[in-house]
């Protein structure tokens, strides 16, 4: 009987890939709270005094509706590719193979995480232009996002793609010479 042990890696791998599942499905559970809110808020508008987790944005739907709606659309599509990002990760992990580990399609998921950080650091960004117009033309305070960290996270994921990339190329190449 022969046991077969995890390296420290394969262990480390196998953790990321338990926050990656977690927090993949606290992302949908919060967009879907989001939208479950904003559909009641529809209805009756003191559902948005509490729309996620203390967000209260009553002011803002109490002066212009399409207001509102603009900035729940925000909140959506930051949260919605939050989730997409830890969806690609666990797809990532799941197929990170440690004996012949750079792989084309590897490399393109990396490429897709990068590209969709580079739209979530557009989309705080876009929330936050609306938050400062918002404050100059109504005086209604809406909350600004960090949004620095978004546009570094995309360029470092972005250059360890094109690392990906070339080590499948090294890989194919030494595939071929053997």
Request: charged share 15%.
């Amino acid at each position: 009987m022969i046991i077969k042990t995890k390296t420290r890696t394969e262990q480390i791998l196998t953790v990321m890939l338990v926050l990656a599942w977690i927090a993949y499905i606290g992302s949908l559970i919060k967009v879907g709270a989001i939208l479950i809110s904003y559909g009641v808020s529809f209805v009756n508008p003191e559902a948005s005094k509490n729309l996620f987790m203390g967000d209260d944005l009553s002011d803002l739907r109490q002066l212009n509706f399409w207001y509102y709606t603009m900035s729940v659309s925000f909140m959506v599509a930051f949260s919605g590719m939050k989730a997409y990002v830890a969806s690609l990760v666990v797809k990532t992990l799941s197929k990170v193979n440690m004996i012949n580990p750079f792989t084309a399609e590897v490399a393109g998921i990396l490429e897709r995480i990068s590209y969709v950080l580079f739209g979530t650091w557009m989309v705080a960004t876009f929330n936050n232009g609306f938050a400062d117009w918002l404050m100059k033309n109504t005086e209604v305070v809406h909350e600004l996002w960090e949004v620095k960290e978004f546009i570094f996270i995309a360029g470092l994921v972005f250059i360890i793609s094109q690392i990906f990339k070339r080590g499948v190329e090294i890989q194919s190449e030494n595939d071929l010479t053997v």
